[in-house]
């Protein structure tokens, strides 16, 4: 009976790894101005998430670098637009943006940056990603989505 138990147990253990959610993602910028994805797709079961971001040009971050910023879908734009003056110093993000829910910073050729965030941010909006190096968000940008 007690084997039976402890084997039941670890089946339970072993299948609950299995199907627990990816609570991150990989996302690869280049220099064409681009990402390798245009939606990120959060599971409703992860309390945080990681969005980890790698740069596979060969352009320094000065000429072409890139960062992910998450915001309200509708606070894109403007989010991208105030934060020009900023520099890249400030990954061209105006300092304290509450709009912001998480950004990464700018990276360049073969760099990497991660950021993790609170999901229960993304709660009742259409949610998206962009890059806010200037003149990027026109062709990098997609959507966040939880399900």
């Known amino acids: 009976m007690f084997a039976k138990a402890v084997a039941v147990s670890l089946l339970t253990l072993a299948s ?30 992860c309390k945080q998430f990681t ?13 072409m670098g890139h960062n992910i910023v998450i915001s309200k879908a509708a606070d894109m734009q403007p989010i991208a637009t105030d934060g020009l003056s900023a520099g890249i110093e400030k990954s061209y993000l105006k300092e304290g943006d509450e709009r912001v829910i998480a950004h990464t910073k700018i990276i360049g050729a073969g760099e990497k940056d991660a950021v993790t965030f609170d999901v229960s941010k993304l709660v009742g909006t259409d949610y998206g990603f962009f890059c806010s190096f200037p003149g990027h968000i026109s062709m990098m940008k997609g959507t966040v989505v939880v399900k």
């Open 51 to 63: 969005v980890n971001l790698e740069h596979s040009g060969k352009l320094p971050k000065n000429v």
């Open 16 to 45: 609950a790894s299995v199907f627990a959610a990816e609570c991150s993602v990989t996302v690869d910028s280049t220099d064409q101005m681009s990402f390798n994805t245009k939606e990120i797709v959060i599971d409703k079961s």
